[in-house]
């Protein structure tokens, strides 16, 4: 079956500009959660979506929006980017949310982001 | 809050010997789960193994197993008969109430010939 698919798999910005990724969990899978990964922070928690709920948000500031979408594909959106956003966005599919979720998490290959 | 802890920045195994990798866990909750990812240096993060709160043995998965001993919240994650393969890093994490999934800052496994 087909994997998470994050759209694009990379991408160069400028300060100020703003970033939408993208991410289709597996077919059937109704969670999707958002991670920003950077050498110095490590994995970051940024949302968790199911069946079009934001069910958490982690402690980041206002210009992290994400939605989901009838379908579970998942958008994140960064507004007014600063060059410490670059990171490494994963995106993670499940079957349940929370404490249900003992199959694990299926996680996309990432969209790496440049600011500069 | 929760919170997870993985003190070994990097460590070496020989390859075909054992080797344990440290997690400890902080959590209010009475029903959590616990979880060890892969990510190789190819970057994607891959599902080891899942422990629950209330599980009695400990879970395994082929050459994984993962050593629970809930009075020290600790899930430490064995990994049995290196494979050079195996080098990678290794996330400790664990998902409660408030449906998000957090992580330890990983473990940099290399393997030696």
């Known amino acids: 079956k087909a994997g998470v698919t994050q759209t694009p798999r990379y991408l160069i910005k400028t300060r100020g500009q703003q970033v939408t990724l993208s991410c289709s969990p597996i077919?059937?899978?109704?969670?999707v959660s958002w991670y920003q990964q950077t050498p110095g922070q490590g994995l970051q928690f940024l949302f968790e979506?199911?069946?079009?709920?934001?069910?958490n948000k982690g402690n980041f500031p206002g210009r992290f929006s994400g939605r989901q979408f009838s379908n579970s594909r998942s958008e994140m959106n960064v507004s007014t980017l600063e060059l410490g956003d670059s990171a490494l966005y994963l995106c993670?599919?499940?079957?349940?949310?929370?404490?249900?979720?003992?199959?694990?998490?299926?996680f996309g290959s990432g969209t790496r982001l440049t600011v500069v | 809050a929760q919170k997870i802890t993985q003190t070994q920045p990097g460590m070496f195994v020989q390859e075909k010997e054992a080797v344990t990798l440290d997690c400890t866990y902080d959590?209010?909750?009475?029903?959590?789960?616990l979880f060890w990812y892969k990510q190789p240096s190819s970057g994607e993060m891959i599902f080891l193994i899942y422990?629950?709160?209330?599980?009695?043995q400990n879970a395994t998965e082929g050459r994984y197993s993962l050593n629970f001993q809930k009075a020290r919240k600790s899930a430490n994650l064995v990994i049995s008969a290196s494979q050079l393969g195996d080098s990678a890093m290794y996330f400790c994490?664990?998902?409660?109430?408030?449906?998000?999934?957090?992580f330890g800052a990983g473990t940099r496994l290399f393997v030696k010939a």
């Open positions: 993670a599919s499940s079957l349940a949310s929370g404490a249900d979720t003992n199959y694990g998490y299926t």
């Open positions: 077919s059937g899978h109704r969670s």
């Open positions: 979506y199911f069946s079009e709920t934001q069910r």
């Open positions: 959590t209010s909750d009475p029903s959590y789960g």
């Open positions: 422990q629950g709160s209330y599980d009695q």
């Open positions: 994490a664990m998902n409660g109430g408030g449906f998000k999934t957090i």
